[in-house]
T-cell receptor, first 117, second 109 residues
């Protein structure tokens, strides 16, 4: 199946700093990528939908000025957590929709575990 | 509103069979996914159903009834490595994935 990578796989930062997470589709072009957040023992929560070349669509309750998303190419989307605080500590997962599959399956990256001290 | 229900946790014995149910109420329906997620890892694809009936893939099978808003994932010949969370997700009319909270499956020897 299609492969999606994420970098870094884990990051620890101080409160108030910004963290950038990269999501890449390695063997297909993804016009649409998704960013999820998952707190312990909870399900995935969609944060935003990222379309190549246009502004991201944020879910209700997600601050777009705090979670900056850039989808500058068909294989790369980035999520920047600005002025991170301890409550932003979570598991962030991206996925990319492969238009080549018959049902537009989403392929997930391995996730990034963010810990804000 | 949109709602996906699955049991929070299930326990089964190695070598046995377990069925994980998922019921849904969504605005539109364009298919249902089952994903497996091990602790600390991202979800991995297991199955996709868009038509009624049973789809079999090795030890795993998935069933869908659109009229009942119901699906199940059937795992046979359980192995210890099957201990994981199993997520049910429905594609709604906007082609967005609506996620269930997941079912934590514990396999005992």
């Amino acid at each position: 199946g299609a492969v999606v990578s994420q970098h870094p796989s884990w990051v620890i930062c101080k409160s108030g700093t910004s963290v950038k997470i990269e999501c890449r589709s390695l063997d297909f072009q993804a016009t649409t990528m998704f960013w999820y957040r998952q707190f312990p023992k909870q399900s995935l929560m969609l944060m935003a939908t990222s379309n190549e070349g246009s502004k991201a669509t944020y879910e209700q309750g997600v601050e777009k000025d705090k979670f900056l998303i850039n989808h500058a190419s068909l294989t790369l989307s980035t999520l920047t957590v600005t002025s991170a605080h301890p409550e932003d500590s979570s598991f962030y997962i991206c996925s990319a929709r492969d238009p080549g599959t018959s049902y537009n399956e989403q392929f997930f990256g391995p996730g990034t575990r963010l810990t804000v001290l | 509103g949109q709602n996906i229900d699955q049991p929070t946790e299930m326990t089964a014995t190695e070598g046995a069979i377990v069925q994980i149910n998922c019921t849904y109420q969504t605005s539109g329906f364009n298919g249902l996914f089952w994903y497996q997620q091990h602790a600390g890892e991202a979800p991995t694809f297991l199955s996709y159903n868009v038509l009624d009936g049973l789809e079999e893939k090795g030890r795993f099978s998935s069933f869908l009834s659109r009229s009942k808003g119901y699906s199940y994932l059937l795992l046979k010949e359980l192995q210890m490595k099957d201990s994981a969370s199993y997520l049910c997700a429905v594609v709604d009319s906007n082609y967005q994935l609506i996620w269930g909270a997941g079912t934590k499956l514990i396999i005992k020897p």
